[in-house]
């Protein structure tokens, strides 16, 4: 069976300092990859996506980044972190073919202070 | 894509069905009709999805109107578990798949 998984669980990091969120997936070959934020109290927001290794789009303009160096592994990034950096960030596969059906995993809490 | 709307917030007792509707007014011929949950503190999780028939897998089943244009997800037997904020998503097919949440319903199943 498939498995996903995020690390760390929760990051407590100061403003300007540097972070790298990884996801790995299990039990599946060339998934597509999701970077997704939820802000407190608000709906979760399409970052990133990639449908191969080192095949990377944005969504939406900031000052992070994503990276696939692996079939199964994405990485989120940032030279300088903002307040308004802070959420929940969220990774999800999917079978290329069946794109809508997506697969989460658990997640990683950053705090911006 | 379609717009969907959805209750705010809805009740239902443990052990009862829960009936989670979604109106999709404009949604067009293509376009399939997902479901997600999450659970606070956790991913979203995929419950089903739909085009034209309903479905019904082990976790939910799906009823969409025969003009498409509003769904029903229904939790036959709603456990405390199901506490959760249940979303309605229209999407295409696409090659990489964006979805798009809203608001959704927070379902809270009473004892």
């Known amino acids: 069976s498939q498995t996903i998984h995020q690390w760390p669980a929760t990051l407590v990091q100061p403003v300007g300092s540097p972070l790298s969120l990884e996801c790995t997936v299990e039990?599946?070959?060339?998934?597509?990859l999701y970077w997704y934020r939820q802000a407190a109290g608000r709906g979760l927001q399409l970052l990133f996506y990639?449908?191969?290794?080192?095949?990377i789009s944005s969504e939406v303009p900031q000052n992070l980044s994503a990276s696939r160096p692996q079939d199964r592994q994405f990485i989120l990034s940032s030279k300088k972190l903002l307040l308004s950096d802070s959420g929940f960030y969220l990774c999800?596969?999917?079978?290329?073919?069946?794109?809508?059906?997506?697969?989460f995993g658990p997640g990683t809490r950053l705090t911006v202070t | 894509d379609a717009k969907t709307t959805q209750p705010t917030s809805m009740d239902c007792a443990e052990g009862r069905a829960a009936n989670l509707p979604c109106n999709h007014s404009?949604?067009?011929?293509?376009?399939?009709v997902y479901w997600y949950r999450q659970i606070h503190s956790q991913g979203p999780q995929y419950i089903i999805h739909?085009?034209?028939n309903n479905e019904t897998n082990e976790m939910a089943s799906l009823i969409i109107t025969e003009d498409r244009k509003s769904s029903t997800l229904i939790l036959p037997h709603a456990t405390l578990r199901d506490t959760a904020v249940y979303y309605c998503?229209?999407?295409?097919?696409?090659?990489?798949?964006?979805?798009?949440f809203g608001q959704g319903t927070i379902l809270t199943v009473h004892p």
């Open positions: 999800a596969w999917s079978v290329a073919a069946a794109s809508y059906e997506q697969y």
């Open positions: 039990g599946t070959s060339n998934p597509n």
């Open positions: 990639s449908v191969g290794i080192g095949q």
């Open positions: 404009t949604i067009s011929g293509n376009e399939y």
């Open positions: 739909g085009l034209k």
């Open positions: 998503i229209v999407r295409s097919g696409t090659s990489y798949g964006k979805l798009t």
